[in-house]
């Protein structure tokens, strides 16, 4: 194998793979990158799988011999990164692929502008396939609605590995949109997303549930897509989900077990309703947070709508107490309603409007809260017993 | 107490002095920070003392009634960082310091331009003095000097606890110098100041060691100073050390021992010489430290004079190996010699000049490293035997 590229690509390239690469391998080759490179295409692709998670990635190089081998992905990255731009010439003794050892403990070596590197590499044989799904039509959603449906859910699932399902996002297939939903069983976030082109032959009622982690990667790579527009091909499968752009392919197992039923959480009707500006609901939040953290993270919002305004106050004792009001467009009678803070700041975070719509009945029952605009996100947070 | 300050005045010196709060404090009143308001000057001031370290700083604001009281100060810190700009009034119910009790148990208060925090606070006089120096005459250093002495000698300094004296910067003062030396045992790092207004009556030959910490923090201060021609007064005394300027105070224990005699390590005369670009050097010991951290952190210099140029390698074992070569100006005869690359590349990254003067005899001999220009500084690192 032999190949000329420019150190950016094969630098950037590489750091979206590794992030599939274990940091405590359970075979050693998963421990390596797999460099496959393609004479005839000029196209060098690596892989990284953890045998949950994998990336694949390709980009266009000068390959003068084809070849495939697994490489240290952890050294190999250290180098790259920290070489100056320009070409790098990166070969290994063995160029054909049919020799089943080709590769087999031999040495990689890379060549930069100035200086020489050779690393002890593992054949590509040992590397693992990467999962396919075949005969199944995709379903394509533009790069943007993808971020917006991740960005508006992942927050909210269950970092307790434990709680297994609840650990990742679960996607619904409908006519034409896309929804996502997560939950970690104290607050829950849906967001649908609009499938511009709907493929007629798409299998509506599809349900998976994918991995925040794998979810996560998506999420960073997509922040690299060419454009917003750029259509991503979504195929499901029983326990399997592919997401393919451009060069770049994640592949990720889903998760087992059956999904709460979390529309029948979302009430239909409500006794009380606010209007209120969001970045300043969040910044009294984040100061009230300060006595919040000494007192099991309770906060009291208490509504008045003589005043039409809200006030967020919090008494943590032995330490002292801090309240803001801030004005609210409200309907419905005076209520005190306890919350967990973090569960409030995590959702307004990631509510996109600039005014949010606030619908409750009781001081005990789900609160709703929903962007003021076209963007279809709906929060759900429940709220905790009031002590004082 | 009452006073009238801007959230930013408040917020930047509270931040400042709160690197001095202890974060497990020995006794509870070292938690607070210490404010005191004086209505004749309209100047308040904010101290913090863990004892070994302290630093107060003060500034204008309109003072109502004169008080001081202990705040919490991650508290306060907390709560100020997120507040808004504008105009916060801070006010306790005592406003008389002549009374005993004045502030014990009570509370402050903090009105912002909209909501209200209370904070539990304690009595100023609990609060420890901070050490003063007396009938020693100061002197005069410009901000930037103490920076660049600062700057070139405190990484050099040990992190084990258990070195004593080494954990800290020995200063010492000559005629027209302040000269800054720390030495793990491993490396030694010289600077020598010029102080440009020398007073007469200042006593030279006064040596002391202060704690890296207290340093760090006055180095984070001074970084913003007005300007680097801002004059920094010193006093020393046995026991303690003080740096003044502006608003602004810094306290420190010394460190007690002898420190080590570190001009007698450095030689007189050398066999070879060097001179190279430091950049170069760097950026490739960085690439070769991915296989020098396989490795004991071991790596290879190979002197060629016959080509002028150098050859930084590295060979890990079972991993691969790296090599890189670059020009340098060679006087005396070809060796090889051997680094611990960390050290190396620490020195490297604190010599100021964008070309450095190397000076060595054998290769189990001190190495010394000086910038080409005008500025003082030597750094000294120990070769390490060659294995191979």
Redesign the interface.
């Known amino acids: 194998m032999k190949l000329v590229c420019t150190q950016s690509d094969l630098s950037t390239n590489l750091s979206l793979t590794s992030r599939a690469v274990p940091s405590r391998p359970t075979h050693p080759v998963l421990a390596n990158v797999l460099l496959q490179a393609d004479a005839e295409t000029n196209q060098v692709s690596l892989t990284a799988f953890d045998l949950s998670l994998g990336i694949r990635t390709s980009f266009s190089a000068e390959v003068l011999h084809s070849g495939e081998i697994a490489i ?1 992905a952890k ?1 190999l990255n ?2 790259t990164t ?3 731009e320009g070409e790098i010439t990166l070969e290994n003794e063995s160029t054909s692929t049919d020799d089943p050892l080709a590769g087999e403990g031999s ?1 990689v070596t890379l060549i930069p502008k ?7 590499a593992m054949g590509a044989q040992e590397f693992p396939e990467l999962p396919v799904i075949e005969n199944t039509p995709a379903l394509h959603i533009p790069a943007g609605a993808l971020i917006e449906g991740l960005r508006g859910s992942l927050f909210a699932t269950s970092a307790d590995e434990t709680k297994q399902v609840l650990t990742g996002v679960h996607l619904t297939v409908q006519q034409d949109t896309l929804e996502f939903a997560a939950t970690d069983g104290h607050r829950l976030a849906v967001v649908q997303t609009t499938n511009e082109s709907p493929d007629t032959n798409t299998e509506t009622g599809l349900e998976v549930t994918v991995p925040a982690r794998a979810l996560r990667e998506l999420e960073r790579m997509l922040a690299h897509a060419h454009s917003e527009e750029e259509p991503v091909a979504l195929y499901f499968d029983q326990g399997q989900v592919i997401f393919e752009w451009q060069n770049q392919r994640l592949t990720s197992r889903t998760l087992e077990g059956q999904y709460p039923a979390y529309r029948l959480l979302i009430p239909r009707q409500f006794e009380r309703e606010l209007v209120l500006d969001r970045r300043q609901f969040l ?2 939040l ?2 009230i947070a ?2 919040a953290d000494q007192k099991n993270n309770v906060v009291k919002v208490s509504m008045d709508s003589e005043e039409q305004e809200i006030t967020i106050s919090c008494e943590a004792q ?9 004005s609210a467009q409200i309907l419905g009678e005076d209520i005190d309603i306890a919350f967990n803070i973090k569960y409030l700041m995590e959702g307004l975070k990631a509510l996109p409007s600039v005014e949010i719509h606030v619908q409750l009945n009781g001081n005990l029952t789900p609160v709703i809260f929903t962007p003021v605009g076209g963007f279809k996100m709906t929060y759900l947070a429940m709220p905790v017993q009031l002590r004082n």
Do not use: T, W
Not at 114 to 120: A, D, E, H, P
Not at 318 to 324: K, Q, Y
């Open positions: 240290p050294l250290d180098i920290r070489l100056p040495i100035s200086g020489r590197y050779q690393v002890r910044s009294a984040e100061r300060v006595f032995d330490v002292g107490n801090g309240r803001e009001s801030m």
